[in-house]
């Protein structure tokens, strides 16, 4: 019988829990190691309706990116979205497990898909701390203009729109890359050599850029949900005889509306 502490030891193999930052809440927040798993639901965010697909799947345990848990709860009721899945967990006696910066500072994780989705080479992790670390740089296909690296983005990240700086002439060569919110590393990557910076979350004064640089801003959903495949085909791999299942609405799980 599997257990969640196994579950919990192959996440943690992808991703070290040793390695979270400081102010994150990655690892187990609902369950015990010792409950049994008959099933794992893989998610991005903790939702009421990631709850009820796991239910409905027979999961008793779920795996997310961002914590469901983040920060002080002084309520739990089902008033609000927060209280609503940490209520239907607990009566359906569901753990809840989190890989939020354990995923992001490993390159196969966050980051890395970021540089592998736009085909740089040479990939490096943008603020290394012995291996692991936040954000990733590496090397453009083939030199490309401030606008041939927005199409690209468009095109390789599936988006409609992306915020940007003004767009250089180029040549855009190096390009660096972190999944999430991403304004306190642009001296990183701007240290790195990029000329290019691709996260999300960049606040208004960071978008007036130095000559040479820019800074493009796709989403905070659209830059780390593919965490979610890449933690499904982890564990599909490490227990391919075992009930794994990805979210069915993952692509429509974004809170952010465009219009």
């Not at 997310?64 to 209280?83: A, N, Q, R, V, Y």
């Not at 898909?113 to 990939?123: E, F, N, P, S, Y």
């Not at 740089?137 to 203009?145: V, W």
């Not at 040549?171 to 991403?182: D, N, Q």
Request: glycine share 12%.
């Amino acid at each position: 019988m599997m257990k969640v502490a196994d579950i919990v030891a192959a996440v943690e193999q992808f991703a070290p829990l040793g390695i979270q930052e400081p102010w994150d809440n990655s690892g187990l927040c609902i369950g015990s190691p010792d409950d049994s798993v008959h099933g794992v639901m893989v998610g991005f965010d903790c939702t009421p309706a990631l709850v009820d697909d796991a239910i409905a799947a027979g999961c008793d345990m779920i795996i997310t990116h961002h914590p469901l848990i983040f920060k002080g709860l002084k309520h739990i009721t089902p008033s609000e979205p927060t209280g609503e899945a940490i209520m239907k967990a607990i009566r359906a006696g569901i753990a809840v497990y989190a890989a939020h910066t354990t995923a992001d500072k490993v390159i196969e994780g966050v980051s890395g898909a970021m540089a592998r989705r736009l085909g740089l080479t040479d990939i490096r992790i943008l603020e290394d701390e012995g291996g692991t670390g936040l954000g990733a740089y590496g090397t453009l296909e083939k030199p490309l203009s401030g606008m041939e690296a927005i199409a690209l983005i468009k095109e390789r990240f599936g988006l409609k729109i992306v915020r940007t700086s003004a767009p250089i002439d180029g040549p855009i060569t190096t390009v660096a890359v972190l999944g999430g919110s991403g304004g306190g590393e642009i001296p990183s990557a701007r240290a790195a050599g990029a000329q290019l910076y691709v996260t999300a979350d960049i606040s208004y004064h960071n978008f007036f850029t130095p000559e040479g640089f820019m800074v493009a801003d796709i989403g905070h959903f659209e830059s780390e949900v593919e965490i979610a495949s890449i933690l499904f085909s982890f564990l599909k791999k490490k227990f391919p005889n075992f009930a794994v299942h990805l979210g069915a609405s993952l692509r429509e799980g974004n809170p952010v509306h465009y219009f």
